[in-house]
C-alpha cells in the first residue's frame, strides 16, 4: 500500500477526481494520507475534510519559498508519503524540495507540454489559436512544468469553444490522464530514457 499526499491551492477537482478513484479502486493500493494547502481558504481542503481525510493548511504568505517547503516536507514525511501529486499547487518548489523526493513527485499541467507553461495555460492556447489542446501530467524536476513526461491527452478545439469551455473539457481530461499517471508511476513497471518514459518491457 502507497501513500499519497496532495499539494493543492485552490478548487481541488483533480484532488477529488483522485481520491474518487483511490476510492472505487481504480488507482490500485494506494491511500490518500495526507492533503496540505498553502492558503486556508482553498476549497480543496473542505472537499479532504468532507472526506475524512487528514487535511493540513501550511500557510505560505509571508515566508521565504525553502521555510515553507520544510514545513511542507515535513509533514509529508510526517504521513509517510510515497508519491506527492500536485493537484493545482500555485508555488514552485525549491530545488531542495524536490530532492527530497527523487522522481516520486508529479503535477498536472493544463497544456501540451511544452507549449504555454506558467500561469494560465488554458487561455494562452487558445488565444495562440491552436486547434488542439490538452493537459499533460509530468516528474517534477527543478525547472517550472518541465520533467519527463508521463501522459498526455489531447483534445479538438472547436470553433464554437471560449477559454471556458476550453478549460472546462480540458479539466475533464485532465481527471482521467492524473489516475493513468499514477497508476503508472505506482507499478513502477517504466524506465526513464533520457526525457523519454517508456513502458519496461521484459525480455525472457
Ligand atoms: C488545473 O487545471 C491544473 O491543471 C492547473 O490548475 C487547475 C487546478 O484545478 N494547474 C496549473 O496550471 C499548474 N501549472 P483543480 O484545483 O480543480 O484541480
Redesign the pocket.
Known amino acids: 500500500m502507497k501513500n499519497i499526499g496532495i499539494l ?1 491551492s ?6 477529488e477526481a483522485i481520491a474518487n478513484n483511490v476510492g472505487s479502486g481504480r488507482i490500485r493500493d494506494a491511500r490518500i494520507a495526507v492533503v496540505i494547502s498553502n492558503t486556508k481558504d482553498a476549497a ?1 481542503i473542505e472537499i479532504a475534510r468532507r472526506l475524512g481525510l487528514k487535511a493540513v493548511v501550511i500557510p505560505s504568505k509571508g515566508k521565504e519559498r525553502e521555510e515553507h517547503d520544510r514545513e511542507v516536507v515535513s509533514a509529508l514525511q510526517e504521513h509517510q508519503v510515497d508519491l506527492v501529486c500536485l ?2 499547487y ?1 508555488r514552485l518548489l525549491s530545488p531542495w524540495f524536490v530532492q527530497q523526493f527523487p522522481r516520486r513527485i508529479l ?4 497544456s501540451l507540454l511544452p507549449a504555454f507553461p ?2 494560465g ?1 488554458q487561455e494562452q492556447a487558445f488565444a495562440y489559436g491552436v486547434k488542439v489542446a490538452g ?1 499533460t501530467v509530468h516528474f517534477v524536476d527543478e525547472e517550472l ?1 518541465h520533467g519527463p513526461i508521463i501522459v498526455q491527452q489531447a483534445i479538438e478545439v472547436l470553433d464554437d469553444d471560449d477559454e471556458h469551455t476550453l478549460a472546462d473539457r ?2 475533464q481530461r ?1 481527471h482521467i490522464a492524473y489516475t493513468e499517471a499514477i497508476n503508472i508511476v505506482l507499478q513502477g513497471k517504466y524506465k526513464i530514457v533520457g526525457r523519454r518514459l517508456v513502458t519496461k518491457i521484459t525480455v525472457r
Open positions: 493543492l485552490g478548487r481541488g477537482s483533480n484532488f480543496g493537484a493545482g500555485m503535477n498536472i499541467h493544463p506558467g500561469l495555460a493537459c512544468d480540458i479539466l485532465e
